[in-house]
């Protein structure tokens, strides 16, 4: 068995590892923190049936773990991934703290400087379908973010086969959990409902950063425009993406090269030809849904692809990522 700990157990994507590792047949949960509800168990503290105690985050037992989850904001996750692998477990963090490679560059993006630089150069991005030969062999993982798992995924293969020269604008969409539970004006039901709102359009939303850094491994050339969207659901990511093409690509060779690259992933499906991808395909799902559509007379292609933010696009990939370094099939649990 995997010993796994939750620190953040309290939060939706906390919540949403609980509810994986309830059908995962190699883990045991061995402690799950919150300081808010300490002494309490985890279904007072949020609607659910799972009788685990909470515990505060600077008491969990490190000794007792081969790995920690940690499903805390940026800013907070590097002290305990620094103490976690300090007691010599292995760390999955899902915020942001160690997706980018530069301390530099998480002081511009995140306003923060870092603590924990000194780990930076072994964190692995935990996307599996760019780096899975190193994902198991680390013990420090970068969970993405849950827009650059669906862009990155949607765009690589184009960037790989060098098929556009131009920026891409890149139009997302993102349920309401994407912003966590913390209550605040944006995300209040009122402003929310029945409404949908551009925020941080252009080249300003921090998740660019991540989605420039792995695209740009890809192809040194890659640059996007990102233009993130509240949409009034509870879950679920739609990225779509308009990509202008260099000569010689159709839908026939656009659809061969998707199907190629991502023959052998578990978890990208791509749709056949005049099917789009929508929330429903993926959400309560580790899926990345992608469709292809070739707009002929602009030589244009449009490519969509949704994931649930709190699965593909956070707890789910985390425990795809864990099967990857403990060794095990990586779709366990998860299928
Ligand atoms: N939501 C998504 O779709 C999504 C997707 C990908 C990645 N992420 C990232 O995953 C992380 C967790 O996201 P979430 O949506 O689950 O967040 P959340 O719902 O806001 O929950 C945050 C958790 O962290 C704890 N916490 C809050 N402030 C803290 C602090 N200053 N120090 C230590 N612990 C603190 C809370 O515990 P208490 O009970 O003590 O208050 C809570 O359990 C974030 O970094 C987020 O950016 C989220």
């Known amino acids: 068995m995997i010993r796994v700990g939750i620190y953040g157990a309290t939060g939706y994507t906390g919540i949403e590892l609980a509810k994986i590792f309830a059908r995962h047949p190699e883990v045991e949960i061995k402690f799950a923190t919150s300081d808010s509800y300490v002494g309490k168990k985890l279904s007072e503290a949020f609607p659910c049936h799972f009788d685990i105690p909470l515990v505060a985050h600077d008491a969990a037992p490190l000794d007792r773990i081969d790995v920690a989850f940690l499903a805390l904001p940026h800013g907070a996750s590097a002290d305990y991934g620094?103490?976690?692998?300090?007691?010599?477990?292995?760390?999955?963090d899902l915020s942001a703290d160690f997706r980018l490679h530069d301390a530099a560059a998480y002081k511009k993006w995140y306003g923060l400087d870092h603590h924990a630089p000194e780990l930076l150069p072994q964190a692995v991005y935990g996307l599996p379908e760019l780096h899975r030969d190193q994902i198991k062999k680390t013990k420090l993982l970068a969970n993405p973010g849950c827009y650059p798992t669906s862009v990155i995924l949607g765009l690589a293969p184009i960037w790989r086969a060098n098929a556009t020269n131009d920026t891409i604008i890149v139009d997302s969409k993102s349920g309401v959990s994407g912003a966590g539970r913390k209550a605040t004006d944006i995300v209040h039901f009122v402003q929310v409902n029945e409404n949908l709102s551009p925020y941080n359009i252009g080249r300003v939303h921090r998740?660019?950063?991540?989605?420039?850094?792995?695209?740009?491994l890809v192809n040194p050339k890659a640059s996007l425009i990102?233009?993130?969207?509240?949409?009034?659901v509870t879950r679920g990511i739609l990225s779509t993406m308009y990509v202008r093409l260099t000569d010689g690509w159709d839908e026939n060779r656009?659809?061969?090269?998707?199907?190629?690259?991502?023959?052998n992933e578990p978890f990208v499906r791509i749709l056949p030809s005049g099917q789009f991808a929508t929330l429903t395909h993926?959400?309560?799902?580790?899926?990345?849904?992608?469709?292809?559509?070739?707009?002929?007379?602009?030589?244009?292609?449009i490519i969509c692809a949704?994931?649930?933010?709190?699965?593909?696009?956070?707890?789910?990939?985390?425990?795809?990522?864990?099967?990857?370094?403990?060794?095990?099939?990586?779709?366990?649990?998860?299928?």
């Open 82 to 92: 620094k103490r976690v692998l300090d007691a010599g477990a292995s760390v999955i």
């Open 282 to 301: 993926s959400n309560y799902t580790n899926y990345c849904t992608i469709s292809i559509h070739h707009v002929a007379d602009v030589n244009q292609v």
């Open 306 to 335: 949704s994931i649930d933010n709190l699965i593909k696009g956070a707890s789910g990939q985390a425990v795809q990522n864990m099967n990857l370094m403990f060794g095990i099939s990586e779709t366990t649990g998860l299928l």
């Open 226 to 232: 990102f233009s993130p969207h509240l949409l009034p």
């Open 207 to 216: 998740h660019l950063s991540e989605m420039e850094q792995e695209l740009k």
């Open 254 to 263: 656009l659809r061969q090269l998707y199907a190629e690259t991502y023959c």
